[in-house]
């Protein structure tokens, strides 16, 4: 077993999306190669009603999956072809936005006024940007939980892992979405398929995920929407996470200390270790196939060309999105 190195400690950045949402933004709208096939990571954890309440009214997307995970609270959301319901705390929407689909998702607090959870975008191969749109809607109890004798937990939301298989199926990405808990002062090895690009995104308690060898420079070859200026990006209220390297004490068989709302991006390799902290450490850890396609991306529509992307939004001023 080879254990993958910490090529990239990120940490998320404070974003303003929707119609006025707070919230943390793990990666996205910046080079795509070190997650592909993943696009964009947000965190929308608040306390505070005034921070999300406003939501995200309606607003199209095409050629993307997107992938809700709710931890408390309610997002009550609908669409153009007359979906809609409740995700409720421990809930998973996965949408494929296929070849478009207007919609809106409108958080509401807990008792206590938290909403807190994730959205994560995967792409759509260029063979499946104009498929058919698509819900899954996944209840918690129907996410299955393996519990390791140490005390080790993992929600399988997608994919397979310890024998059991999540409930999400038919990805394109072929992910493996898992939420992890290990406990205070246990070291765990975790597989992860050598041929993925992988991820781990904390969001309690803290730790230190072990690296192999020295974190070596990392490949970017972001193919974005040139065809849209300085101004407009701005204006969409676009922020490229800050990035580094795993520092002095962090690189090499130490590894890469870790704490909330730390995302950390491996190499290649088939398993990652962490060591868990002193209050134990849960994170996400997302893996999937590269689709290693163009990316042309301007807000939430992703194409593989900037002809297509202008094809887009002109159908969507021409009233012609919705297929």
Request: proline share 7%; net charge negative; aromatic share 8%.
């Amino acid at each position: 077993m080879s254990i993958r190195p910490v090529k990239r400690v990120v940490q998320s950045k404070p974003t303003l999306e929707g119609a006025g949402v707070r919230l943390r933004r793990a990666f996205g709208f910046g080079d795509t190669a070190d997650f592909d096939p993943f696009l964009l990571l947000d965190d929308f954890r608040n306390d505070d009603p005034a921070d999300y309440l406003a939501g995200f009214p309606w607003h199209p997307h095409r050629g993307i999956e997107t992938i809700t995970y709710v931890l408390a609270g309610t997002v009550n959301h609908g669409d153009s072809l007359g979906n809609q319901g409740d995700l409720g705390a421990g809930d998973v929407q996965w949408m494929t936005a296929g070849s478009g689909i207007l919609h809106q998702e409108m958080p509401k607090g807990d008792a206590h006024g938290r909403m807190h959870g994730f959205q994560l975008w995967a792409n759509l191969p260029a063979s499946l940007k104009m498929a058919k749109p698509r819900y899954q809607d996944v209840k918690a109890a129907d996410i299955p939980e393996v519990v390791d004798d140490d005390g080790t937990r993992v929600g399988v939301i997608c994919g397979s892992f310890w024998g059991k298989n999540g409930p999400v199926d038919g990805v394109a990405a072929d992910p493996r979405y898992l939420d992890v808990f290990v406990p205070p002062g246990v070291r765990k090895r975790l597989t992860v398929e050598t041929t993925r690009n992988a991820f781990a995104y904390i969001f309690d308690g803290a730790g230190r995920f072990r690296d192999a060898s020295e974190p070596r420079p990392v490949q970017t070859d972001h193919v974005g929407p040139a065809a849209f200026d300085a101004a407009q990006a701005r204006e969409a209220g676009r922020h490229v996470p800050e990035e580094r390297r795993a520092g002095p004490g962090e690189g090499g068989p130490a590894g890469a200390d870790v704490d909330n709302r730390t995302l950390v991006v491996f190499d290649r390799g088939d398993e990652v270790v962490v060591q868990a902290g002193e209050q134990g450490i849960r994170f996400l850890l997302v893996s999937g196939q590269p689709i290693e396609e163009p990316v042309a991306w301007y807000g939430p529509i992703v194409m593989n060309t900037q002809e297509e992307l202008r094809r887009a939004y002109a159908e969507l001023r021409a009233g012609t999105f919705i297929k």
